[in-house]
């Protein structure tokens, strides 16, 4: 619900501060729409490198390479693989990356996947209009509402989900003070009223969920949320939390 397709040109072209790369994330089942992003941005500012990531790009970066718009492929995580690039380092030294050179896919070796995620920083959400996204209509209650992640990765090997192809069968996880100090900042600065937790599964922990509860209580904010979860990862005292919190 920002730029349209159609007007994304006019957008890139009314921007002051011409970007060096810009950032693009897919789905499978988004990709095609990305290359078209990736192609307009490309075609209006080519000087700027187009820099794939997500799901997609990373089960199938050599056929994401391959489409001319594409200058770099980012792996798996990529908050400090992206940093390392547009610090303009040596690519090569890059983990994670993955380049055309030469006319041939180059794939630099993987990153480590990144173990305490409290160190990551809040998102930039004071530099996105945030009244013009929403999740679809129909899942959820209240505006404005974002989503956020609490834990990356998930145990489970479902035959229908990429997360273990991804991250393995590994799972980490913020702490229940990092979530909530996010949570209070975006109620506090953004108004937000309801959020979507967009782990595989946030009930893989019982101590956590109640944890997570009864924070939410204590500091009575004001909050509808959501979550994923596993018929068996979930039993009536913590859903009873849940709903009362």
Known sequence: ????????????????????????????????????????????????KIVLGGVHATVMPDSTLADENVDFVIRGEGEYSFLELVKEGNIRGILGLSYKEDGKIIHNPPRERIKNLDELPFPAFHLMPIDKYHPPLGLYRRLPAVNIITARGCPNICTYCATHTIWGNRMY???????????????????????????????????????????????KIDLTWACNSRVEKIDEEALRLMKKA
Request: proline share 2%; with cysteine.
């Open 173 to 219: 996880f913020r702490s229940v003070e990092n979530i909530i100090e996010e949570i209070k900042y975006l109620t506090k600065y953004f108004g937000i009223k309801e959020i979507s937790l967009s782990d595989d599964t946030f009930t893989i922990s019982k101590k956590r969920i109640m944890e997570f509860c009864e924070n939410l209580l204590k500091d």
């Open 1 to 48: 619900r920002g730029v349209d397709l159609q007007n994304l040109d006019q957008y890139l072209n009314s921007l002051k501060m011409k970007p060096d790369y810009i950032g693009v994330t897919a789905t499978t089942t988004e990709i095609r729409v990305a290359l078209e992003v990736a192609k307009v941005c490309k075609n209006t500012l080519p000087k700027s």
